[in-house]
């Protein structure tokens, strides 16, 4: 009898150590799920004209020259893009966003924040998104002062960027 209940025992222990823990879902030892990760890597604030171009030509010195001409003549831009450089990792199911806060100097030079959001899916490589701030939402901002990106998961901040003078 001793045997036999010996015998049970260690065919039986294998099969509970497998059992899935009602309150998480998990087997007992296996890990928890990671807790999705994310970075913004770079971000370009990028002013349009009113084509909604950023520059004449594919050249990134081109490109450059264009902003600074944008920057001295103001009446000739439209709108403003923030090209955002961003990855995750462990986030197939989690919800992404992007958040990009900018704030500016608008009529007689009264302070005035905008905020854009747009959700984003992850994908194994880095990806580029534009959030475009145009129309009456750029003409009330202003002059642009400072920016800030953040990348969020549901309600967790995964990372953020911002310019010097946020």
């Keep these: 009898m001793r045997r036999f209940l010996v015998t049970l025992l260690l065919l039986g222990a294998p099969a509970l150590a497998l059992a899935a823990d009602p309150a998480t879902g998990l087997r007992s030892g ?3 799920p990671a807790a999705p990760t994310g970075r913004i890597v770079k971000v370009l604030p990028l ?4 084509q909604g171009r950023d520059a004449t030509s594919p050249s990134l010195y081109d490109r ?3 902003q600074v001409y944008l920057r001295l003549h103001t009446n000739e831009i439209s709108a403003i893009r923030f090209d955002v ?3 995750a990792a462990n986030a197939k199911t989690a919800k992404l966003k992007l958040r990009v806060e900018a704030r500016g100097a608008g009529a007689g030079s009264l302070p005035c924040q905008k905020v854009l959001e747009q959700p984003v899916t992850p994908s194994f490589f ?7 701030l145009a129309g009456a939402d750029y ?3 202003g002059k642009l002062v400072a920016w ?3 990348l969020w998961s549901d309600d ?3 990372d953020e960027q911002k310019s010097f003078l946020w």
């Design 139 to 141: 003409n009330d901002l």
């Design 30 to 32: 296996e890990p928890a």
């Design 47 to 50: 002013f349009l004209d009113r």
């Design 126 to 132: 880095r990806r580029w998104k534009p959030l475009t």
């Design 148 to 150: 800030r990106v953040t």
């Design 156 to 158: 967790r901040l995964l």
């Design 85 to 87: 450089l961003w990855k």
């Design 64 to 66: 450059d020259a264009y």
